[in-house]
């Protein structure tokens, strides 16, 4: 599976932003963020597909942006779908998954949604496919407890956590995503683990459109924190996440429980004061009549 990566052409992007397919496509398409919605309903569709396939489509949408990217016609425009452009601009569709070119929803995409579709596809890629194939040199057992405990402990203090961050950065969500997008580009990239982690973390292709480059300048992670603490990092955000949705579960199943009882004592106390009622009300005994 993960042999197919090797068509995605960002992973000979990682060494300057400046060559960055996505940062060129966003500047000839406005792109928009789809709703929540939209996002939900693309992922319960991806979840379902084959490993094959997931794969294949990440490289199609890779392919659709070379052609984004070296030119936009005045026929295209936000509004234009993934299909209608294939078709229009794509000559060749050998390297072009049905998803694509005739299977809605994906087929039915606007453009101005692309790189957020991208995005979804890589996060459910990482998690479904990619994540069973993650270098030996990024695992969490390639360090010491110490090291894994350092780098979890610091990052959060210097990112999400750290007062002064931009709105936009202090969710630990995003942090994930993104995380999860920059291990499937160095998964398979023959590039240099030991480099800082920031290096990266303030790329804007790396990031959703939410987040600007103002954004990426109210943080610094030191530079002990390498590229191969990726995972390490990863694995730690994903354990604070499924504790965070822990949390509001628990809170609510107190809270039904302390609801039902209330409903119960209340029931209790409507039947038991119908039922006193009931036994304390003076018998009217009615006069014998004599015959």
Same mark, same amino acid.
């Given at each position: 599976?993960?042999?197919?990566l090797?068509?995605?052409n960002?992973q000979?992007?990682l060494?300057g932003e400046?060559?960055s397919?996505?940062?060129?496509?966003?500047?000839?398409?406005?792109?928009?963020q789809?709703?929540n919605?939209?996002r939900?309903?693309?992922?319960?569709?991806l979840r379902?597909m084959?490993n094959d396939?997931?794969l294949?489509?990440l490289?199609?949408v890779d392919?659709?942006?070379?052609?984004?990217?070296n030119?936009?016609?005045?026929?295209a425009s936000?509004?234009?779908?993934?299909?209608?452009?294939?078709?229009n601009?794509?000559?060749?569709?050998?390297c072009l998954?049905?998803?694509i070119?005739?299977?809605?929803?994906?087929?039915? /995409?606007? &453009?101005q949604y692309i790189?957020d $579709? @991208?995005?979804?596809?890589e996060?459910?890629?990482f %998690?479904? *496919?990619?994540?069973?194939?993650?270098?030996?040199?990024l695992?969490e057992?390639?360090?010491?407890?110490e090291?894994?405990?350092?780098v979890?402990?610091q990052?959060?203090?210097?990112?999400?956590e750290?007062?002064t961050i931009?709105k936009?950065?202090k969710?630990?969500?995003?942090?994930?995503?993104?995380?999860?997008?920059?291990?499937?580009r160095?998964?398979?990239?023959? /590039?240099s &683990?030991?480099?800082?982690?920031? $290096? @990266?973390?303030?790329?804007?292709?790396?990031?959703? %459109?939410r *987040?600007s480059?103002?954004?990426l300048?109210t943080f610094?992670?030191?530079?002990?924190?390498?590229?191969?603490?990726?995972?390490?990092i990863?694995?730690?955000l994903?354990?604070?996440?499924?504790?965070?949705?822990?949390?509001p579960?628990?809170q609510?199943?107190?809270t039904?429980?302390?609801?039902?009882?209330?409903?119960e004592?209340?029931?209790?106390?409507?039947?038991?004061?119908?039922?006193?009622?009931?036994?304390?009300?003076?018998?009217?005994?009615?006069?014998?009549?004599r015959?």
């Open positions: 599976d993960t042999e197919k090797r068509f995605l960002y000979f992007e060494y400046n060559t397919l996505i940062n060129d496509v966003r500047a000839r398409i406005k792109q928009q789809m709703t919605d939209e939900i309903k693309l992922q319960r569709l379902a084959s396939d997931i294949n489509y490289g199609s392919y659709v942006f070379t052609y984004l990217r030119s936009v016609p005045e026929t936000e509004t234009t779908t993934i299909q209608t452009f294939a078709e601009h794509i000559h060749s569709y050998a998954n049905d998803n070119l005739s299977r809605p929803p994906f087929s039915t /995409i606007q &453009l790189i $579709l @991208y995005e979804t596809i996060e459910n890629a %998690d479904k *496919v990619l994540r069973a194939y993650v270098k030996k040199e695992t057992e390639t360090f010491t407890d090291e894994r405990e350092r979890r402990r990052f959060p203090r210097m990112t999400f750290k007062e931009a936009t950065l969710s630990v969500d995003s942090w994930i995503s993104m995380l999860r997008r920059l291990m499937i160095v998964l398979n990239a023959n /590039i &683990l030991n480099v800082p982690l920031q $290096l @990266y973390l303030e790329r804007t292709d790396l990031w959703s %459109d *987040v480059d103002l954004d300048e610094q992670v030191d530079d002990d924190i390498l590229l191969q603490h990726t995972y390490v990863l694995r730690g994903e354990k604070k996440q499924e504790s965070n949705n822990k949390l579960q628990q609510q199943q107190k039904s429980e302390i609801q039902s009882k209330e409903g004592q209340e029931n209790f106390q409507t039947w038991f004061g119908n039922t006193a009622k009931v036994a304390t009300k003076p018998k009217v005994l009615k006069p014998k009549i015959v």
